[in-house]
């Protein structure tokens, strides 16, 4: 069972804690976007084997999103931050980067 | 091949049983096929048989990167039903559970299909309502269920709880020809047939990379080299987000951890299958004597295999306030499959943006039961390039015009 | 057990096992505060206005006559311990926060409170949430959110020997069984 | 035979005796006693039969890998199936039942399965059964169903209580052997804190049954020695009786404590503790677990491993049998023959399948002049429930007999596997090591935390020091390594001297005789419990299952209660064997939780029965509760469905309940109903993104009923918003819907619109909401006085705020029954007195409460959707002719994207209708399909599908709703609804509005 601490109030706080949110930085499309945009948005993900950016909700706590950078294979996490930044920060990409010299953010 | 059967049992036994011979041939891969099926699950390995006995395409090889059936074919709790509310699902469910009827008897090899029934329960009103939904869909559609009240349930499955203090039970949904099928047996009972009409099967194989000449597909690498194909065919359930990147598309899919676990074997006391959707939880009991016991899926993208203990919690929990035997029971053993869930929680059937590569995934939590009406209705996509009457609902185009097919109405959880 | 918000304390049920004692207790008026609790006027106005500064993240600060917990970044919950203190201080919150964007509701109906007692208090905890309560990491002052069995809750520390935990209204009866059942004689195992 | 020793039995208190019953005979045994070595001590040496073959089944080992001594205790609802003996400590009064036989443990009619083994090979199921097809449900399966399960399942709920505890620990040592014991003293003395567990009830583990010594003290008495200095140290907790099961990511461990003895003694109210430890380190000092040798008849009552019968006879005076032949391939059996024999037992033969041996327990044996037969194996063992005698051999060849040795007991031992399993859940990869013949973890490839870093380390026999002066070294070595991550002080660690015993080399074979025939091969047994044989190892490979997991699959190895801790390795070896290749190529299986065998009872924990959910109540709870009140879950909540009054039927009740409140007075509880707030300068330009609707043209003090779609489009949550000042709205859901809908404006706020300034807060329990519907409402309102509700300050869909009967409220002026009607919602503190002040002051207007089904009988006869009813999450509004409500001016809002794709826009679309039919006094069934054309083959003529219906006491008639393709241009045809197989109803289609279509009353 996975724990994040959260960027907001800096608990660790337990996964049963959180409820899970997804693929994070997916920008959304609205009306005037095209058929395929739309369908990216909506449904398409990228589900990688590997470092994942997500979305976690801290929801028995602050009650605020936030975003982490986990992998999906060893549930390793290279950090979390802030639901308010459209792309990982530098910070995370260097803490993943050190890590996993050959991890290219696709 | 040698036929199975009784008296050839009894034949062998005065011979130590040393006259069986290879269940499936152990194969290298040859320079090119027509058609390459990447992924040797039940899926796989269904719409090779299909192939060869519906179009006569044999020159099939199926790819698996670990051993044969050991994706989530090898790790579902058996469930086999084909009471979908939508027509569409019914009619591939269907088509699958009458194929399962006869399958032993059609590959000489049984895989032990157990007709016991399933039973859904109805514990809110909303829920009774929404059964008897999909239980008038399935009537016209020829799927044969019917409506059990509380008390003939109790009479049924003398274990139940039917008066829980939470969610007493109003009544149930019953198909009486669902029922179980050993796991394994399906995938090796399928692997045995197209291997003895010279299918190869390449175990312990990666794909790796996948070249493309213009539009097209010309050949995959593979740990055991490259191999030229005519048509690909994508079959391997949680990793088909990886091989869509390998051939440059993505998919609108999540792999997730769903978990599982069995009881200690005890003497038969139920002989159905129990799905228990509000409080989460299904349970049936294996010819062998355990309670096999289906959980939640974690709800983050998961390729471990491993998952986490919450969703058991919630799970035993669930099934001691329905049976509350089985509190002294005690867990032997729990695993996780990844499963692909899209986003209408329907499979995937479809052509793709590479001209030569067909795809056949998104069964998340429910597709064992699929597995024979899912390669028949694949088979017939990869011979003739386009989908028949089964498949066509299931493309990848739903998504863009927004035709889902969506069941988690009927059903919370989709085994 | 309808409650009055008369800002006097009073006890709802009890249960009292062997090592523990547990009481749902009413009438404590509480003020949810919505607002930017890093903007400096904000926290002025809070100060003046409440007679307490704004806590630290992740915990709560008392005056005579309230407490002033940190829920989010943009979020306090004010527990007035008389009924006077309580209007008065919406009242001025009211009106010292117009133009600030904030937004200040009466919730003292819709959260129940309860009152553990007894030197095994942390394993009361310890049996439903998920949070680290050992001395070490949870002493006095922290406010916590989280939850407890299936519940969310907010506890922290009342004194060495008891803590004070909050709970959806709705959730009280449920919440209070589940308490009960954890105290119950034979269950505890003494390992704080 | 087996008989309790004077001499030994470290952990008996003789002084205390007490009393069991196994099928029915009164037995004694001791304090400190397990079951097993109890009914051992009574020569109870058959205790089980097998699975498949029902094979007569005696005591294999004295732990947790015991796979034959499984027994059923206690009754009624304390009755437990497929308990082990081996883990079971004996208390006063066990109640012990064997298990798997059709007749007696002795004289079991499933024997005959036996006779039919040749048959009955490894997955011979597979290859039979097929013919003729129903047979197999009908005859060969329930055979097959019968014979399955060990244990009778158990017929009553369990009364025991179990319950959780999560705790943080900074150090977790599993296993309290010499390794786990020594690292934590070395651990505690440099100042961190340290959990020890251990799964059994005492502390010691291997060595307290072995003979060398330490510091110049007998191993048991430095152990004592070490165990009290830890009892008095203050930064260490132990526990015993404490099995650690999982280790799952992120450090995260599940232990299961057993109580039962406690329980028995009235000192715990809990049966079994489920403990979730989080951890930053875990040390795993769960030693090693000796395998079985194969050879012929190796499961006959009376076979055991060395391990066991050096238990049994140390720490229980409980000597395995008289005359005992020893067989090994490794020096740890010379140690249990020497103290059998030196307990004045009779040890015929060694039986060695190396060619030498040398070390100091060589020395010894040949001292006491044992006899040793080096090179040699057992051709078989004789004796049906009880070994005879056995017959020697030589290793390699066919096992052609050289000679019979009598005697009643064969002590065994095929090497040690080290416990690996908890290094494996989450992970850690092994690696094998030929000389020590067992799967070590692998240092470099170990599991890890939430930082990508080792969080396990191994210590002990579970880490291949086998040998105590290398324990010792080895723990030094982890303790430095983990004072440096812990960053303590460096403490030197003591000096231990260890009068060691030196071994010899063991050799990895593993059954005998090494050429041995088929026939033979059929009665060597590798896993136990479920019958598996050499022979369907063979039999399995050769027909191609030759992975590990098909290996596996195909013949059940390791696949029983036990799984596979004796029998894994050796059915690996073969396969190598068999393959030709290194074992490390072969692989294991997967190790997975648990370790051992947990309750279901404590992994539900606490929650069970009231604690099983929580269930939502409203303040008016007990009310309901007390007048009449029939339930309905909804959501987390429950809600008064009718309220019956005496001698009435559910249907009556709602009926009448419906008819009061259309010709006079009724009131409901909706206080279940979300209420969320939404307030700041952007709050009415957010709610325009949130709704279909254009909410920020709503005027203060007005209402206006509101839908929101998810991105897909679909209708998912409705309510009526509320502008209560020009910043700030009030929104109601559905009761289901309103965490979901609070927590969706947060997502949704805080992940993409972050820039508009509002706050969002649920107030939900806040109020009690009270609807007060019928034609005399006003004049209640009025008689409660404080607010002028007249028609003129009230118009509908009005709001407005003050004191009615004394108490603060907002009073809404909204209809969800047709009739005239007021929400009103008090502070929840005022709920019941408000509502008892209504019910009081209403009885001259003969009000009534009514219940939900009431309140969706009158929804329906209006036309009004249902959420969950007349939507499913396919259903955009458009298609239950709310377009209205779904603005086209807004350029964005959620689901609008969505509704503009091709399939929304579908002509063939299902659009909602009513249904009525005339002259009937049965309801149109719920969920029923409509078809119009009559039934056919295709199905071409299923149009839609029944969504509400009920039985109209206002119209008395039965009503309906239907989503129908090309609905709207069905009004006024005939439609079908097949019902079963004979009767087909006939229904007419209308507008989806039954009563009042103008609104006249709730416009009144
Ligand atoms: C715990 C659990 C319970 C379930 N319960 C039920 C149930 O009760 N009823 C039901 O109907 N369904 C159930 N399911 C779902 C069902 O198991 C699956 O839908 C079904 O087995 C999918 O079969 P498949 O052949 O598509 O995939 P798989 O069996 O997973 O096969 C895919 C194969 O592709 C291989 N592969 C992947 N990548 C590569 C590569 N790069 N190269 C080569 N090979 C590759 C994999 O190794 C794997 O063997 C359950 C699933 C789980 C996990
Ligand atoms: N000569 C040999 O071949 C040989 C072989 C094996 C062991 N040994 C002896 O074994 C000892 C090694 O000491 P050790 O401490 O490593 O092993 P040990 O076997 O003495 O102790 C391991 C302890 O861990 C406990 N345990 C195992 N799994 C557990 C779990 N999941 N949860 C809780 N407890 C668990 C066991 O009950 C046991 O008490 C030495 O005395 C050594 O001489 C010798
Ligand atoms: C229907 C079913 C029944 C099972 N019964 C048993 C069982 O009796 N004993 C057992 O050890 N495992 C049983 N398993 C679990 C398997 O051992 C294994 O855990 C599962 O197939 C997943 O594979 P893995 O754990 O090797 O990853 C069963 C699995 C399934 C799907
Ligand atoms: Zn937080």
Redesign the pocket.
Same mark, same amino acid.
């Given at each position: 069972m996975l724990r994040f601490k959260c960027p907001v109030c800096n608990t660790v706080a337990d996964e049963t804690e959180l409820s899970p949110g997804g693929e994070a930085h997916i920008e959304r499309m609205g009306p005037g976007s095209s058929d395929d945009a739309f369908y990216k948005y909506l449904f398409e993900r990228k589900n990688p084997l590997g470092i994942h950016f997500e979305r976690w909700f801290h929801a028995y706590g602050c009650g605020k999103w936030f975003h982490a950078a986990r992998c999906t294979k060893t549930m390793e996490i290279f950090g979390t931050y802030k639901a308010q930044e459209i792309k990982p920060p530098k910070h995370i990409i260097d803490a993943i980067t050190k890590k996993r010299p050959n991890w290219k953010n696709e | 091949m040698k036929k199975y059967s009784a008296f050839a049992l009894v034949k062998e036994a005065f011979n130590n049983h040393l006259g069986w011979g290879r269940a499936w041939r152990h194969a290298q891969p040859k320079k090119r096929y027509k058609v390459i099926i990447v992924g040797a699950g039940g899926h796989g390995l269904a719409t090779a048989y299909y192939l060869g006995k519906n179009f006569g395409i044999r020159d099939v090889a199926v790819i698996e990167k670990g051993w044969l059936g050991g994706g989530n074919t090898? $790790?579902? #709790? #058996?469930i086999i039903r084909s009471n979908y509310l939508q027509e569409e699902s019914a009619a591939i469910y269907e088509k699958s559970r009458s194929l399962y009827e006869t399958l032993s008897q059609e590959l000489n090899y049984n895989i032990m299909f157990s007709p016991r029934g399933v039973m859904m329960l109805c514990q809110t009103e909303h829920e009774l309502r929404a059964m008897k939904r999909t239980y008038y869909a399935n009537r016209l559609f020829g799927v044969q269920t019917e409506m059990v009240s509380p008390m003939r349930m109790k009479e049924m499955i003398p274990i139940i709880n039917t008066d829980g203090p939470r969610y007493p039970i109003l009544g149930g949904l019953w198909q009486p020809r669902g029922g179980t099928a050993r796991?394994d047996a399906v995938a090796w009972g399928y692997a045995r047939a197209i291997s003895s009409w010279g299918a190869d099967i390449i175990e312990n194989c990666e794909v790796t990379g996948i070249v493309r000449e213009a539009s097209k597909v010309a050949s995959i690498q593979t740990t055991k080299g490259s191999i030229d194909c005519e048509k690909l065919c994508f079959v391997v359930a949680g990793s088909s987000s990886l091989l869509a990147e390998l051939a440059g598309f993505r998919l609108p899919l999540e792999s997730v951890a769903l978990q599982?676990l &069995?009881s200690e074997?005890i003497k038969p006391v139920m002989d159905c299958v129990v799905m228990a959707n509000t409080v989460h939880g299904y349970m049936s009991q294996?010819d062998?004597g355990?309670m &096999?016991i289906g959980g939640g899926a974690d709800g983050c993208n998961n390729y471990s295999?491993r998952g986490s203990f919450q969703h058991i919690e919630e799970t035993v929990r669930a099934l001691i306030e329905t049976f509350p035997i089985i509190s002294r029971l005690r867990q032997? $053993?729990q695993?996780g499959?990844i499963v692909d869930m899209t986003g209408d929680r329907s499979p995937i059937i479809s052509k793709t943006p590479v001209e030569n590569i067909f795809l056949n995934c998104g069964w998340g939590t429910g597709g064992f039961k699929a597995i024979p009406g899912s390669g028949w209705a694949t088979a017939e996509l990869v011979a003739h390039g386009n989908p028949g009457k089964l498949a066509a609902p299931f493309s990848l185009a739903r998504f863009v015009e927004g035709r889902m097919i969506d069941e988690s109405i009927a059903a919370a959880v989709a085994h | 057990m309808m409650l009055k918000v008369t800002g006097k304390m009073i006890e709802v049920r009890k249960y009292n096992s062997k090592d523990i004692r547990i009481k749902e207790l009413g009438g404590v008026p509480m003020l949810t505060v919505r607002g930017d609790l890093s903007n400096k006027r904000f926290q002025t106005i809070i100060a003046k206005t409440c007679d307490v500064r704004i806590p630290k993240p992740l915990n709560i600060k008392s005056s005579k006559n309230l407490s002033l917990a940190w829920m989010s970044p943009d979020e306090l919950l004010i527990f007035s311990f008389s009924g006077a203190f309580h209007e008065k201080t919406q009242k001025g919150l009211d009106s010292a926060l117009k133009g600030l964007h904030s937004l200040i509701l009466d919730v003292s109906g819709a959260r129940s409170l309860f009152l553990v007692e007894g030197i095994l208090w942390r394993e009361l905890l310890a049996k439903g949430s998920p949070v680290d309560v050992r001395q070490s990491s949870f002493a006095k002052d922290a406010f916590r959110r989280t939850r407890i069995g299936q519940v969310s809750v907010a506890f922290w520390m009342a004194s060495d020997n008891s803590v004070y935990i909050i709970c959806g209204r709705s959730h009280s009866d449920f919440f209070y069984d589940w308490l009960c059942n954890a105290a119950s004689d034979g269950s505890l195992t003494k390992y704080f | 035979m087996s008989t309790r020793i004077s001499k030994a039995g470290r952990l008996l208190d003789r002084n205390k005796r007490l009393s069991f019953t196994f099928n029915g005979r009164n037995l004694f045994g001791f304090q400190g006693d397990t079951l097993a070595s109890a009914l051992l001590a009574n020569d109870q040496v058959l205790v089980g039969r097998s699975f498949k073959y029902h094979r007569p089944r005696g005591f294999v080992s004295s732990g947790v890998d015991e796979p034959n001594a499984l027994m059923s205790l206690g009754h009624g609802g304390n009755f437990e199936p497929n308990r082990s003996a081996t883990t079971v400590e004996l208390v006063d009064g066990i109640e012990a039942v064997s298990q798997n036989h059709l007749g007696s443990l002795d004289w079991d009619l499933g024997f005959i399965n036996n006779f039919f083994a040749k048959i009955f090979p490894a997955g011979f199921y597979y290859k039979t059964f097929m013919k003729p097809r129903f047979a197999w449900k009908h005859l060969f399966e329930p055979i097959i169903r019968n014979a399955a399960g060990l244990g009778r399942a158990p017929s009553l709920p369990d009364e025991a209580a179990y319950d959780y505890f999560y705790a943080h620990v900074d150090i977790l040592v599993i296993g309290a052997g010499m390794a786990g014991l020594l690292a934590t003293y070395e651990l505690a003395k440099s100042g961190l804190k340290v959990t020890l567990v251990e799964q059994k009830h005492y502390l010691g583990g291997y060595a307290l049954s072995d003979d060398f010594e330490v510091d110049g003290v007998a191993v048991p008495k430095w152990l004592e020695n070490i165990e009290k200095k830890l009892i008095d140290s203050d930064n260490v907790q132990i526990k015993k009786n404490f099995t650690a099961i999982g280790v799952h990511d992120h450090g995260y461990l599940i232990g299961c404590e057993n109580l039962e003895v406690a329980e028995k003694m009235g000192r715990s109210s809990i049966r079994h503790r489920l403990w979730r430890l989080r951890t930053k380190q875990i040390v795993l000092a769960t030693g090693a677990i000796e395998r079985p040798l194969i050879f012929a008849g190796n499961d006959i009552p009376g076979v055991m491993l060395s391990s066991a019968a050096l238990d049994f006879y140390k720490l229980y005076g409980v000597s395995p049998g008289d005359r005992t032949v020893v067989v090994t391939n490794n020096d740890s059996a010379y140690l249990t023959a020497i103290n059998l024999y030196n307990a004045g037992l009779s040890v015929p033969v060694v039986i060695d399948v190396r060619e030498e041996s040398s070390g100091d327990l060589f020395e010894s044996l040949r001292s006491m002049g044992i006899r040793i037969e080096y090179g040699k194996g057992i051709a078989s063992v004789l004796g049906k429930k009880r070994v005879k005698a056995v017959e020697l051999c030589s290793l390699t060849g066919e096992g052609s007999v050289q000679e019979t040795i009598e005697c009643d007991s064969v002590i065994m031992s095929g090497g040690w596997s080290s416990a690996v399993h908890l290094w494996s859940h989450c992970g850690g990869r092994l690696i094998w090591n030929d000389q020590l013949d067992t799967f070590l973890p692998d240092a470099s490839k170990s599991p890890i935390d939430e930082n990508g870093e080792d969080f396990i380390a191994v210590v002990g026999a579970a880490s291949g020091s086998f040998w105590p002066s290398e324990v010792v070294q080895n723990v030094k070595q982890i303790v430095q390594k983990i004072q440096k991550k812990f960053k303590t002080s460096k403490v030197k660690s003591s000096s231990i001297s260890i009068q060691e015993i030196k071994y010899g080399d063991s050799n990895s074979k593993y059954f005998t005789p090494e050429g041995a025939s088929e026939k033979l091969k059929s009665k060597c047994f590798v896993d136990f419990q479920n019958d598996v044989k050499l022979s369907d190892l063979r039999l399995a490979t050769q027909e191609g299952y030759e992975s590990v997991?098909h290996l596996?699959?195909y013949t /059940?190895l390791?696949?029983?209660t036990d799984?596979g801790k004796l029998s894994n390795i050796n059915g690996l070896k073969y396969l190598a064997d068999f393959l030709g290749r290194e074992i490390n190529e072969v692989g294991t /299986? /997967?190790f997975?939780p648990p370790y051992t065998p947990i309750s279901l009872g404590s992994i539900a924990g606490e929650a069970r029965k009231g604690l099983f959910k929580p269930v939502r109540k409203t303040t008016l709870h007990l009310w309901h509760e007390a007048n009449g009140a029939s339930w309905e879950p909804v959501g987390d909540w429950r809600r008064p469905y009718a309220y019956l009054k005496k001698n009435e039927t559910i249907e009556q009740a709602v009926s009448r309940e419906v008819t009061n409140t259309r010709n006079a007075l009724g009131i409901l509880d909706a206080s279940t109903l979300g209420k969320i707030i939404v307030s700041g300068p952007d709050a009415a330009n957010f709610l325009d993104l949130m709704y279909t609707n254009m909410i920020s043209t709503l005027q203060v003090g007005r209402c206006r009923y509101g839908l929101m779609c998810n991105e897909n489009g679909f209708l998912f949550d409705d309510g009526v918003v509320v502008r209560l000042a020009e910043e700030t709205f009030l929104c109601h859901t559905t009761t289901g819907g309103a965490d979901r809908v609070y927590s969706w404006m947060e997502e949704w706020h805080q992940t993409e619109w972050w820039n508009k300034r509002v706050f969002i807060q649920n107030v939900t329990e806040q109020f009690t909401q009270i609807t007060i519907a019928g034609p005399k409402s006003r004049l209640l309102l009025e008689e409660l006085g404080g607010l002028d509700v007249s028609r003129v300050s009230l118009k509908p869909l009005d709001y407005l705020e003050g004191e009615l009967a004394k108490i603060k409220a907002r009073v809404f002026r909204i209809s969800f029954s047709g009739e005239l009607s007021f929400e009103i919602a008090v502070p929840s503190q005022f709920g019941l007195e408000f509502w008892e002040k209504c019910l009081e002051t209403g009885s001259q207007f003969g009000i009534s409460p009514y219940g939900t089904e009431a309140l969706h009988v009158m929804r329906a006869e209006k036309g009004f959707i249902m959420i969950g009813d007349e939507t499913d999450g396919t259903v955009i509004p458009q298609d239950l002719n709310l377009g209205w409500a779904v603005s086209k001016k807004k350029k964005d809002f959620i689901g609008k994207r969505a509704q503009e794709r091709i399939f929304m826009n579908d002509p063939n679309r299902k659009t909602l209708v009513g249904l009525s039919l005339q002259n009937s006094s049965e309801k149109i069934p719920d969920g029923a399909s409509v078809i119009i054309g009559g039934v056919d083959q295709a199905n071409d003529n299923v149009i839609g599908h029944v969504t509400s219906t009920y039985f109209s006491p206002t119209l008395d008639k039965p009503i309906a709703m239907a989503l129908l393709k090309d609905g709207k241009n069905l009004l006024g045809r005939s439609i079908e609804i097949p019902v079963d197989s004979e009767k087909i109803l006939k229904a007419i289609v209308s507008e989806p509005k039954f009563y009042d279509a103008e609104g006249n009353r709730q416009n009144d």
């Amino acid at each position: 069972m996975l724990r994040f601490k959260c960027p907001v109030c800096n608990t660790v706080a337990d996964e049963t804690e959180l409820s899970p949110g997804g693929e994070a930085h997916i920008e959304r499309m609205g009306p005037g976007s095209s058929d395929d945009a739309f369908y990216k948005y909506l449904f398409e993900r990228k589900n990688p084997l590997g470092i994942h950016f997500e979305r976690w909700f801290h929801a028995y706590g602050c009650g605020k999103w936030f975003h982490a950078a986990r992998c999906t294979k060893t549930m390793e996490i290279f950090g979390t931050y802030k639901a308010q930044e459209i792309k990982p920060p530098k910070h995370i990409i260097d803490a993943i980067t050190k890590k996993r010299p050959n991890w290219k953010n696709e | 091949m040698k036929k199975y059967s009784a008296f050839a049992l009894v034949k062998e036994a005065f011979n130590n049983h040393l006259g069986w011979g290879r269940a499936w041939r152990h194969a290298q891969p040859k320079k090119r096929y027509k058609v390459i099926i990447v992924g040797a699950g039940g899926h796989g390995l269904a719409t090779a048989y299909y192939l060869g006995k519906n179009f006569g395409i044999r020159d099939v090889a199926v790819i698996e990167k670990g051993w044969l059936g050991g994706g989530n074919t090898g $790790r579902n #709790t #058996t469930i086999i039903r084909s009471n979908y509310l939508q027509e569409e699902s019914a009619a591939i469910y269907e088509k699958s559970r009458s194929l399962y009827e006869t399958l032993s008897q059609e590959l000489n090899y049984n895989i032990m299909f157990s007709p016991r029934g399933v039973m859904m329960l109805c514990q809110t009103e909303h829920e009774l309502r929404a059964m008897k939904r999909t239980y008038y869909a399935n009537r016209l559609f020829g799927v044969q269920t019917e409506m059990v009240s509380p008390m003939r349930m109790k009479e049924m499955i003398p274990i139940i709880n039917t008066d829980g203090p939470r969610y007493p039970i109003l009544g149930g949904l019953w198909q009486p020809r669902g029922g179980t099928a050993r796991h394994d047996a399906v995938a090796w009972g399928y692997a045995r047939a197209i291997s003895s009409w010279g299918a190869d099967i390449i175990e312990n194989c990666e794909v790796t990379g996948i070249v493309r000449e213009a539009s097209k597909v010309a050949s995959i690498q593979t740990t055991k080299g490259s191999i030229d194909c005519e048509k690909l065919c994508f079959v391997v359930a949680g990793s088909s987000s990886l091989l869509a990147e390998l051939a440059g598309f993505r998919l609108p899919l999540e792999s997730v951890a769903l978990q599982a676990l &069995v009881s200690e074997p005890i003497k038969p006391v139920m002989d159905c299958v129990v799905m228990a959707n509000t409080v989460h939880g299904y349970m049936s009991q294996s010819d062998k004597g355990e309670m &096999v016991i289906g959980g939640g899926a974690d709800g983050c993208n998961n390729y471990s295999q491993r998952g986490s203990f919450q969703h058991i919690e919630e799970t035993v929990r669930a099934l001691i306030e329905t049976f509350p035997i089985i509190s002294r029971l005690r867990q032997l $053993r729990q695993w996780g499959g990844i499963v692909d869930m899209t986003g209408d929680r329907s499979p995937i059937i479809s052509k793709t943006p590479v001209e030569n590569i067909f795809l056949n995934c998104g069964w998340g939590t429910g597709g064992f039961k699929a597995i024979p009406g899912s390669g028949w209705a694949t088979a017939e996509l990869v011979a003739h390039g386009n989908p028949g009457k089964l498949a066509a609902p299931f493309s990848l185009a739903r998504f863009v015009e927004g035709r889902m097919i969506d069941e988690s109405i009927a059903a919370a959880v989709a085994h | 057990m309808m409650l009055k918000v008369t800002g006097k304390m009073i006890e709802v049920r009890k249960y009292n096992s062997k090592d523990i004692r547990i009481k749902e207790l009413g009438g404590v008026p509480m003020l949810t505060v919505r607002g930017d609790l890093s903007n400096k006027r904000f926290q002025t106005i809070i100060a003046k206005t409440c007679d307490v500064r704004i806590p630290k993240p992740l915990n709560i600060k008392s005056s005579k006559n309230l407490s002033l917990a940190w829920m989010s970044p943009d979020e306090l919950l004010i527990f007035s311990f008389s009924g006077a203190f309580h209007e008065k201080t919406q009242k001025g919150l009211d009106s010292a926060l117009k133009g600030l964007h904030s937004l200040i509701l009466d919730v003292s109906g819709a959260r129940s409170l309860f009152l553990v007692e007894g030197i095994l208090w942390r394993e009361l905890l310890a049996k439903g949430s998920p949070v680290d309560v050992r001395q070490s990491s949870f002493a006095k002052d922290a406010f916590r959110r989280t939850r407890i069995g299936q519940v969310s809750v907010a506890f922290w520390m009342a004194s060495d020997n008891s803590v004070y935990i909050i709970c959806g209204r709705s959730h009280s009866d449920f919440f209070y069984d589940w308490l009960c059942n954890a105290a119950s004689d034979g269950s505890l195992t003494k390992y704080f | 035979m087996s008989t309790r020793i004077s001499k030994a039995g470290r952990l008996l208190d003789r002084n205390k005796r007490l009393s069991f019953t196994f099928n029915g005979r009164n037995l004694f045994g001791f304090q400190g006693d397990t079951l097993a070595s109890a009914l051992l001590a009574n020569d109870q040496v058959l205790v089980g039969r097998s699975f498949k073959y029902h094979r007569p089944r005696g005591f294999v080992s004295s732990g947790v890998d015991e796979p034959n001594a499984l027994m059923s205790l206690g009754h009624g609802g304390n009755f437990e199936p497929n308990r082990s003996a081996t883990t079971v400590e004996l208390v006063d009064g066990i109640e012990a039942v064997s298990q798997n036989h059709l007749g007696s443990l002795d004289w079991d009619l499933g024997f005959i399965n036996n006779f039919f083994a040749k048959i009955f090979p490894a997955g011979f199921y597979y290859k039979t059964f097929m013919k003729p097809r129903f047979a197999w449900k009908h005859l060969f399966e329930p055979i097959i169903r019968n014979a399955a399960g060990l244990g009778r399942a158990p017929s009553l709920p369990d009364e025991a209580a179990y319950d959780y505890f999560y705790a943080h620990v900074d150090i977790l040592v599993i296993g309290a052997g010499m390794a786990g014991l020594l690292a934590t003293y070395e651990l505690a003395k440099s100042g961190l804190k340290v959990t020890l567990v251990e799964q059994k009830h005492y502390l010691g583990g291997y060595a307290l049954s072995d003979d060398f010594e330490v510091d110049g003290v007998a191993v048991p008495k430095w152990l004592e020695n070490i165990e009290k200095k830890l009892i008095d140290s203050d930064n260490v907790q132990i526990k015993k009786n404490f099995t650690a099961i999982g280790v799952h990511d992120h450090g995260y461990l599940i232990g299961c404590e057993n109580l039962e003895v406690a329980e028995k003694m009235g000192r715990s109210s809990i049966r079994h503790r489920l403990w979730r430890l989080r951890t930053k380190q875990i040390v795993l000092a769960t030693g090693a677990i000796e395998r079985p040798l194969i050879f012929a008849g190796n499961d006959i009552p009376g076979v055991m491993l060395s391990s066991a019968a050096l238990d049994f006879y140390k720490l229980y005076g409980v000597s395995p049998g008289d005359r005992t032949v020893v067989v090994t391939n490794n020096d740890s059996a010379y140690l249990t023959a020497i103290n059998l024999y030196n307990a004045g037992l009779s040890v015929p033969v060694v039986i060695d399948v190396r060619e030498e041996s040398s070390g100091d327990l060589f020395e010894s044996l040949r001292s006491m002049g044992i006899r040793i037969e080096y090179g040699k194996g057992i051709a078989s063992v004789l004796g049906k429930k009880r070994v005879k005698a056995v017959e020697l051999c030589s290793l390699t060849g066919e096992g052609s007999v050289q000679e019979t040795i009598e005697c009643d007991s064969v002590i065994m031992s095929g090497g040690w596997s080290s416990a690996v399993h908890l290094w494996s859940h989450c992970g850690g990869r092994l690696i094998w090591n030929d000389q020590l013949d067992t799967f070590l973890p692998d240092a470099s490839k170990s599991p890890i935390d939430e930082n990508g870093e080792d969080f396990i380390a191994v210590v002990g026999a579970a880490s291949g020091s086998f040998w105590p002066s290398e324990v010792v070294q080895n723990v030094k070595q982890i303790v430095q390594k983990i004072q440096k991550k812990f960053k303590t002080s460096k403490v030197k660690s003591s000096s231990i001297s260890i009068q060691e015993i030196k071994y010899g080399d063991s050799n990895s074979k593993y059954f005998t005789p090494e050429g041995a025939s088929e026939k033979l091969k059929s009665k060597c047994f590798v896993d136990f419990q479920n019958d598996v044989k050499l022979s369907d190892l063979r039999l399995a490979t050769q027909e191609g299952y030759e992975s590990v997991e098909h290996l596996k699959r195909y013949t /059940t190895l390791g696949m029983a209660t036990d799984q596979g801790k004796l029998s894994n390795i050796n059915g690996l070896k073969y396969l190598a064997d068999f393959l030709g290749r290194e074992i490390n190529e072969v692989g294991t /299986t /997967t190790f997975r939780p648990p370790y051992t065998p947990i309750s279901l009872g404590s992994i539900a924990g606490e929650a069970r029965k009231g604690l099983f959910k929580p269930v939502r109540k409203t303040t008016l709870h007990l009310w309901h509760e007390a007048n009449g009140a029939s339930w309905e879950p909804v959501g987390d909540w429950r809600r008064p469905y009718a309220y019956l009054k005496k001698n009435e039927t559910i249907e009556q009740a709602v009926s009448r309940e419906v008819t009061n409140t259309r010709n006079a007075l009724g009131i409901l509880d909706a206080s279940t109903l979300g209420k969320i707030i939404v307030s700041g300068p952007d709050a009415a330009n957010f709610l325009d993104l949130m709704y279909t609707n254009m909410i920020s043209t709503l005027q203060v003090g007005r209402c206006r009923y509101g839908l929101m779609c998810n991105e897909n489009g679909f209708l998912f949550d409705d309510g009526v918003v509320v502008r209560l000042a020009e910043e700030t709205f009030l929104c109601h859901t559905t009761t289901g819907g309103a965490d979901r809908v609070y927590s969706w404006m947060e997502e949704w706020h805080q992940t993409e619109w972050w820039n508009k300034r509002v706050f969002i807060q649920n107030v939900t329990e806040q109020f009690t909401q009270i609807t007060i519907a019928g034609p005399k409402s006003r004049l209640l309102l009025e008689e409660l006085g404080g607010l002028d509700v007249s028609r003129v300050s009230l118009k509908p869909l009005d709001y407005l705020e003050g004191e009615l009967a004394k108490i603060k409220a907002r009073v809404f002026r909204i209809s969800f029954s047709g009739e005239l009607s007021f929400e009103i919602a008090v502070p929840s503190q005022f709920g019941l007195e408000f509502w008892e002040k209504c019910l009081e002051t209403g009885s001259q207007f003969g009000i009534s409460p009514y219940g939900t089904e009431a309140l969706h009988v009158m929804r329906a006869e209006k036309g009004f959707i249902m959420i969950g009813d007349e939507t499913d999450g396919t259903v955009i509004p458009q298609d239950l002719n709310l377009g209205w409500a779904v603005s086209k001016k807004k350029k964005d809002f959620i689901g609008k994207r969505a509704q503009e794709r091709i399939f929304m826009n579908d002509p063939n679309r299902k659009t909602l209708v009513g249904l009525s039919l005339q002259n009937s006094s049965e309801k149109i069934p719920d969920g029923a399909s409509v078809i119009i054309g009559g039934v056919d083959q295709a199905n071409d003529n299923v149009i839609g599908h029944v969504t509400s219906t009920y039985f109209s006491p206002t119209l008395d008639k039965p009503i309906a709703m239907a989503l129908l393709k090309d609905g709207k241009n069905l009004l006024g045809r005939s439609i079908e609804i097949p019902v079963d197989s004979e009767k087909i109803l006939k229904a007419i289609v209308s507008e989806p509005k039954f009563y009042d279509a103008e609104g006249n009353r709730q416009n009144d």
